[in-house]
């Protein structure tokens, strides 16, 4: 006999947060307009973003994500085939981020800094797929004037391989076993062919978004380290000796593929002269960069929406949490950190806009350095905003936790940024005065940035590579600093200072501002609206 459902329920459940679904990610992020205005980009993004609030485009990053990528190395007969399979619903977020030109299309029609406020916009969605967008957008300044760049650039999304695609994707291919990030260790070798081209053994120990079209590469040339462009499919159609070994069981990062891959006489077009491969490379990396801070500041502000929105929702002992002063103190503090990651991010964004090559030098390494690293904090600190509702995977929380340690690690870890920040300084003395120059722009605001910019000059004068990371630290701070004095509420500012640069603090964990900072206008003004 069938029982009624309501012969079984046993009483009415309230109390229950409804979906964050259906929203406008651009009403509750500030700091993410004005920051896009300030900084030149006119483009309107409001069709995306409706996208990226949607309970559609949601539902899509949570089944990428659970249906993870399979790799098929031979087809049913037995031939090699060395294809990645990847869920519907990747496609439908590689499909948004590519229409909305957040690949390679800004070299030749866009902004980068809308390009970067989009990008932002979906790693708040989905992280994993950013991946082959970010390669994609980065590989086009090494490749100018090589004929591979252009396929780079067009809106229109092409899975799959084939000869003659409108529509390419590119990925890196660096790091090998022995070296890590030390990249001049590699062993692949390459052979120079009479037609120009070189032959490539080799092995790369971690090869981002293996399913793309064609990768840059390093390998030794009989003149030293060099790099190389390696197509999937070369132009007589036939497949390339690019062997997907396997595919990584990575800690997050789980709806984009990322592999060990084998040169078994692949085919390469030199890129730059021979020997020369880190130079030829270096812009790449600074495009990847770049989007390590604002990957890392959109997942932050992710973790941000859903805090905010629980506690907006949610109630406790008599009152709800959004109204709770503690709870209102330590989302309200995140919000700042997310205020202050998103600003800089735009900001460098726009500084490639303009070409400001010294201000980046120094800039980019020291916010990859901070940013990037905060966002593991601010995800663990929502998390627990959310209790044991936060820790089931039915919650995007898991996932963005997972994510939250990616772009700390990718394009150079910790030590690695620091270390690079500590070169720059040595090789490129006109990047002080740049950096300086925007520092005091906000001098004079505020005696606690005063007393952090005094500390800084002395830190510069004295770098070393014991203290590198005291530096990337200080430095990304002050630059945080400056950008919310000249531009943000004063509520925000001065959170932020008080947070981060007060003469008896800072406290390391959110919800431990001093008294007298008032934290419920930080917390309205980042809750999204259903």
């Not at 009403?27 to 300030?38: G, K, N, W």
């Amino acid at each position: 006999m069938t029982v009624p459902p309501a012969a079984v329920s046993t009483h009415d459940v309230t109390n229950q947060v409804p979906p964050l679904a259906g929203f406008d990610p651009l009403a509750c992020d500030p700091a993410l307009s004005d920051a896009l205005l300030r900084e030149g980009g006119t483009v309107e993004l409001g069709g995306l973003a409706a996208a990226v609030g949607s309970g559609e485009y949601r539902e899509h990053a949570r089944l990428a994500n659970v249906h993870e990528p399979v790799l098929h190395t031979h087809d049913r007969y037995g031939h090699r085939i060395d294809e990645v399979e990847f869920h519907p619903s990747w496609h439908a977020l590689m499909r948004l981020s590519v229409e909305h030109g957040l690949h390679g299309a800004p070299w030749a029609d866009g902004s980068h800094v809308a390009r970067a406020a989009g990008f932002y916009l979906v790693s708040t969605l989905e992280q994993g797929h950013c991946c082959p967008i970010s390669m994609t957008y980065a590989a086009v300044p090494p490749l100018r004037g090589t004929g591979f760049e252009t396929a780079l650039q067009t809106r229109v999304y092409e899975p799959g391989l084939g000869r003659g695609k409108a529509h390419q994707l590119a990925g890196m291919s660096m790091t090998e076993k022995q070296g890590g990030s030390d990249v001049r260790t590699g062993t692949t070798r390459a052979t120079p062919q009479p037609d120009g081209t070189y032959t490539l053994v080799g092995h790369k120990w971690f090869t981002s978004a293996p399913m793309n079209d064609l990768f840059l590469t390093l390998a030794q040339a009989p003149g030293g380290l060099t790099c190389f462009v390696l197509p999937r499919v070369l132009p007589d159609g036939t497949r390339n000796g690019l062997r997907i070994q396997r595919l990584k069981d990575k800690l997050g990062n789980r709806s984009n593929a990322s592999a060990e891959l084998e040169y078994a006489d692949a085919v390469g077009w030199r890129v730059g002269a021979e020997g020369r491969g880190v130079a030829t490379i270096i812009e790449m990396v600074s495009m990847t960069r770049l989007d390590c801070v604002l990957g890392a500041a959109g997942t932050a502000r992710a973790a941000l929406s859903e805090a905010a929105h629980h506690v907006a929702h949610r109630s406790a002992f008599g009152a709800r949490l959004a109204d709770q002063p503690l709870m209102q103190a330590v989302v309200g503090e995140l919000a700042v950190e997310s205020e202050a990651a998103t600003t800089l991010a735009i900001r460098l964004a726009g500084a490639v806009e303009r070409g400001e090559t010294a201000f980046l030098r120094l800039a980019l390494p020291a916010a990859k350095y901070l940013v990037c690293k905060r966002t593991s904090a601010v995800v663990g600190e929502a998390l627990e905003c959310l209790g044991g509702n936060g820790y089931v995977e039915e919650s995007p929380l898991p996932r963005l936790f997972r994510e939250s340690p990616l772009n700390s690690i990718w394009e150079g870890s910790g030590n690695v940024t620091a270390l690079d920040l500590l070169r720059a300084l040595s090789r490129s003395p006109e990047s002080v005065d740049a950096v300086l120059d925007e520092l005091a722009l906000a001098q004079g605001a505020d005696a606690r940035f005063d007393r952090a910019l005094t500390v800084l000059r002395t830190e510069l004068q004295h770098a070393e590579p014991r203290r590198a990371r005291r530096l990337a630290e200080l430095l990304a701070l002050c630059l945080q600093g400056s950008l919310l004095l000249r531009t943000a509420p004063v509520e925000v500012s001065d959170a932020f200072l008080a947070g981060r640069l007060q003469p008896d603090g800072p406290w390391r964990t959110a919800g431990t501002l001093p008294d007298g900072i008032p934290a419920k206008p930080l917390l309205e003004r980042v809750t999204p609206t259903l």
